[in-house]
């Protein structure tokens, strides 16, 4: 890092030029690398290279001196200006965000948008709320695992699930690591995956992508009040963590981040039912909520709250029944309003329920076999949940497109670049 | 965590049944829970439920005693023993490790595989692995990326893909993050991945799966060299912290971790020629180095050593040639004796020689149009490697099969659990 302090000492500096103007004979250069933006000021019109474009890459050789420009506390006088990487002109996009580009176009050309401060201020966030997670979960004695992406069976039904052919034999991709979660809990009690996961669901949406990313936890002898607990105390310390550690690319973003306040609200499926009701919506214990319920109850709770208690017919096979109400579930989803964050609950154990859930569903127990002869093995009570991280970061950012926080997102019409 | 100091407490704990012996009227219970092995005295036989077997799951009401057992602090005298789940007998695998399995039931039955205390151990010290990576990179300013996994078109070459059906497009799964890190060093300089890739070969060795988690980073302006001293430190500091943070899962493997010596030892591919010569192995320039040949180099070289100068014509197209010789390059392998551990180089940053590489190497540059207009945006020159996580591990481990530390190893043949 360079400062005033360094005055008079020679310096060499790599970067992209940001902008580039001529004052008579003297030209001024904003260079910008990982540390930030420098002015560099040249006298001498022979040093600076012909044809010299904005975005190109350039080694500065000079003297740092005092500087009376507003917006720098010192400027480097060049004595040698070298193109590393010149930037052919047009640029696709404007990478200041002077001029703004729509999404496709900025997407098509991702690595340039990333000189925008304010895009890759997102995803040096995204490097933080990794972090974070993965120090709280430790924290807890969980324990990172990684779980195959290239599946056998269509787990959880199969609906959605991109296929492959895998050395003559038919393959998925998995959609989610929840059948080897719960199976791990049985050797290392409390497990946590933070993994991209795929969906060949023909969505159009702003929170729906065929490849995300997905923070799945797990753990033996929890309830689901309790991996509720792990996940609000998680969602707390994210925040407070890009509060602290990410000044700059708030600033940048302009984003003023409120921490959420504890305990998080929680409302069941049937106050939900309720307060739709008195919004005029009469829906049935066993109806599913529509996104334009959950706008409505959103708007009732604008800010995190947990949805709990849904009805078992609308729950997967794997989810656990309140023991005092058979129709009801030991279930939760994590909203931020009307967005859902996360979904969990506690898990049955007993094998035989779960046979029996699956028939329910109308589900095949015998594609489910290699699962099930685990809970044979000393399956322990469990519980967890999983949580987009692509949408927790919309959150963060405040943005309502998913594609804003995922450097190459994937949906029904982008495979590339 | 309990201790003899809460002697005549009232406590609970749930866990595994290891062992169940009987003297006389009394039972003698060790249950195994996440903070280790606790030894359960029952005196009154109406409180052993009728055929307890081991690695069943229990809940032990009793109270804190002292104990003559040589192995345990103290014991509980048990009140209550409640069955939450029970184990089937007989069990695939013998999960205490008394009897040993061969490598195919044990994955056949890896959940249970794990409460065998040392295959546990192996991934608790992944975990503290991949921790350790990513304490290190964060300090030296690396930011954490996803890459997608699903892309377009054939990269590399396209040898060895898994390819599946897009939305009615043809797409492949990614074998390494390789152009796409490459093209982010452009927006946030260095840049880190350590995430799940694919290779569609069927190999049939300890070291090769389908499916293996890869450590990859890039760096703009860094040479070569600068991130071999990155990786070479990343790897001692790994070792480290496994030897301090995971003493008794070493203890449990019987392992005594060597911290490797610094700095490695690095020879050059004309160097490795020489001693093939003297071991009378003559190749020539240009020859590649087989598997016989690097068992030979290995058992000179019995650690870690760097692996440097391949010739151009060995390399992938990206590689960057040394400016005083063209047919060598600035590439480098780290070793651990015989076994590859990482490859990288710097790599072109000028795409008219990318272009020219492609052609020599018989690929299309127009399969590549998506990443080599990225490098007219201002593209830094720039280095980096990948590693194989799953190879650092046997090395820390100490097995020269990789499916001993990946939980649900995928091969040719191994497509399930």
Redesign the interface.
């Known amino acids: 890092m360079l400062s005033l302090q360094m005055q008079g000492s020679h310096v060499v500096i790599?970067g992209?030029i940001e902008d580039l103007r001529k004052l008579g004979k003297i030209t001024f250069l904003t260079v910008r690398?990982?540390t930030g933006l420098a002015q560099i000021i040249v006298k001498d019109e022979k040093v600076i290279p012909e044809d010299l474009t904005r975005?190109?890459?350039i080694l500065v050789r000079g003297i740092i001196q005092s500087t009376k420009a507003r917006d720098f506390q010192y400027e480097i006088k060049a004595d040698d200006v070298e193109i590393?990487?010149k930037?052919?002109h047009p640029?696709?996009i404007d990478?200041i965000g002077r001029l703004e580009s729509n999404i496709d176009n900025r997407l098509n050309?991702?690595?340039?948008?990333?000189?925008n401060q304010r895009?890759?201020s997102v995803?040096?966030i995204?490097?933080q709320v990794?972090?974070s997670l993965?120090k709280e979960l430790?924290k807890r004695?969980f324990?990172?695992?990684?779980?195959?992406?290239?599946?056998?069976?269509a787990s959880e039904g199969g609906a959605n699930l991109?296929?492959?052919?895998?050395?003559g034999?038919k393959?998925y991709?998995a959609q989610s690591p929840q059948l080897?979660k719960e199976?791990?809990t049985?050797?290392?009690?409390?497990v946590f995956e933070i993994?991209?996961f795929?969906r060949?669901e023909?969505s159009h949406t702003g929170r729906h992508l065929?490849?995300f990313?997905s923070v799945d936890i797990e753990a033996?002898?929890f309830d689901y009040t309790d991996v509720m607990d792990v996940l609000e105390n998680l969602v707390v310390s994210v925040f407070s963590d890009v509060e602290k550690n990410c000044k700059q690319e708030l600033n940048t973003l302009e984003r003023k981040l409120q921490i959420p306040k504890q305990p998080f609200d929680t409302i069941t499926y049937s106050d939900a039912l309720d307060e739709l009701g008195k919004a005029g919506i009469n829906l049935n214990f066993g109806d599913d909520l529509l996104d334009s319920h959950l706008k409505i109850i959103g708007t009732n709770h604008p800010g995190f709250f947990f949805l709990t208690d849904w009805p078992m017919s609308l729950k997967p096979f794997y989810i656990h029944e309140k023991d005092d109400e058979a129709k009801i579930s030991r279930s939760f989803d994590l909203q931020y309003g009307h967005l859902e964050l996360s979904s969990g609950g506690r898990r049955l154990?007993?094998p035989a329920k779960i046979r029996a859930r699956l028939i329910e569903q109308g589900l095949d127990p015998a594609s489910f076999e290699?699962?099930l002869r685990?809970?044979?093995?000393?399956?322990?009570?469990h519980s967890g949940w999983g949580m987009g991280l692509d949408r927790l970061m919309t959150v963060i950012i405040g943005t309502d497109n998913v594609r804003e926080v995922?450097?190459?997102p994937?949906d029904?019409?982008r495979?590339?670049?």
């Open positions: 790599g992209w690398d990982v975005q190109s890459v590393l990487t930037a052919v640029l696709p990478p050309a991702r690595a340039l948008d990333l000189r895009v890759a995803f040096k995204r490097h990794l972090a993965r430790e004695k324990i990172e695992i990684t779980t195959p992406k290239i599946i056998g069976s991109f296929s492959l052919e895998y050395f034999k393959a991709l080897y199976q791990l049985i050797g290392l009690e409390r993994s991209s795929y060949a023909k065929s490849e990313t033996a002898f154990h007993e290699d699962h685990t809970f044979d093995w000393g399956m322990p009570p995922v450097l190459y994937r029904p019409e495979l590339t670049p």
